[in-house]
C-alpha cells in the first residue's frame, strides 16, 4: 500500500486539500493524484490473485473487479469461495475501483480471506449526487446474482456474501445491506450473511465529542468532512439528511430487528484518531441494543483511511475479515 495519494500537504481550504475545483455546472475537476491499475486475467504471470472488469451499466458507466485467487482455479480444488463486494471510500466525490490502493487492498483480501473480491465502480457525486451511489450498489447485487460470468458461476459460493466498504464505501454497504432488508428473496441465490464496514462515514448537523476533538484532524479535517457532505447529498439538505445521518431513518429499530432476525453478523472496526468515530461507536451501541450479533474493532491510536497507508494495519483489518468470515457456519 503506498501513501502518495493521501493526506495530502495540509491547507486551511479543504477545496486545496482535497485539490478539487466545484464548477458552476455542478461538477468537479479532479486534480488529485490517483494512480489506477489495470485488470489481469492472465494465469501465466507469477500473481496469486486473477483480475478482470465487468460492466454493470454503460449509460452510468459502472462496473465490477473481480478479484479471482488463482489457486481455485485448480481442477483439483472443487470448493467455491465466500464473496465479498466491496465499495471504495472517498468521500463519495474521489477514487475509482482501479485506484491502486483499492485494487491493491482487494487483491490482498481476495488471496488471505480465500475469497472472490466484487469491488464495484459507482457514480460520484456531485455529477451524481446521492442516492445515485447507493442505486448503483443495489444495481450491482442484481448484476451478481444473475451475472452468467463464468468466474462468478464457477467459483462463487453465493449462499456466503458479504457486503464490505471503508469509509464512505463502507456507508454505501451498510444502506445497501438495510435495502436488500426489504425484499431479501428478490435477490436469491444471493444470500447476504453480513456487513463489514471500516470506519463507516456517518454525519449530522449536531457535532460529536470526536469530531469536535478532531476538528483540526491532518487527514480528515472537519471542514474537509463537512465539503464531502455538501458535494455528495441532495442540493437544499442538510447532514441530518437520512442519506448520511444515522439516525435519521425513522424506522431504524425495525431494520435492525430485521438484521438481527435474518441472523446477519456485522464487523465494525474503527481508530480513536478518527474524526468519525463516535458516529460509528454509536451505530455498534444501537445495533447491539437490537440484539444484532457485532463482532467490533477499535483501536485508541490510528487515523481515517489508516489501513491504506500502513500495511500492518490492513494486514490486521484482512485477518479480522478472514476470522469473521471463516467463523461463520451454514
Known sequence: MSNKIWPPPPSNNPYEYLKIHHNPNDTL???????????????????????????????????LRLFLP????????????PLIIFFHGGGFILLSAASTIFHDFCVELADTVEAVVASVEYRLAPEHRLPAAYDDAMEALTFIKSSEDEWLQNYVDFSTCYLMGNSAGATIAYNAGLCVLEKVNDFEPLKIQ??????????????????????????????VGDLMWELALPIGVDRDHKYGNLTAENDLDEKF????????????SGNGGDPLVDRYKELVELMEKKGVEIVKDFE???????????????????GLVKGFISSFVV
Do not use: C, M, Y
Open 300 to 318: 485508541e491510536e490510528g487515523f481515517h483511511g489508516i489501513e491504506f497507508f500502513e500495511p500492518s494495519k490492513a494486514k490486521k483489518l484482512i
Open 29 to 63: 475537476t479532479r486534480n488529485l493524484v490517483d494512480p489506477h491499475t489495470s485488470p489481469s486475467s492472465n494465469t501465466t504471470l507469477p500473481i496469486n490473485v486473477l483480475t478482470k472488469d465487468l460492466t454493470i451499466n454503460q449509460s452510468h458507466q459502472t462496473w
Open 194 to 223: 453480513g456487513l463489514i464496514l471500516s470506519q463507516p462515514f456517518f454525519g449530522g448537523t449536531q457535532r460529536s465529542e470526536s469530531e469536535l476533538r478532531l476538528e483540526n484532524d491532518p487527514v480528515l479535517p472537519l471542514s
Open 70 to 81: 488463482k489457486n481455485s482455479t485448480n481442477p483439483n480444488q472443487n470448493n467455491k469461495l
Open 257 to 268: 430487528d430485521k438484521i438481527k432476525d435474518q441472523g446477519w453478523r456485522v464487523l465494525v
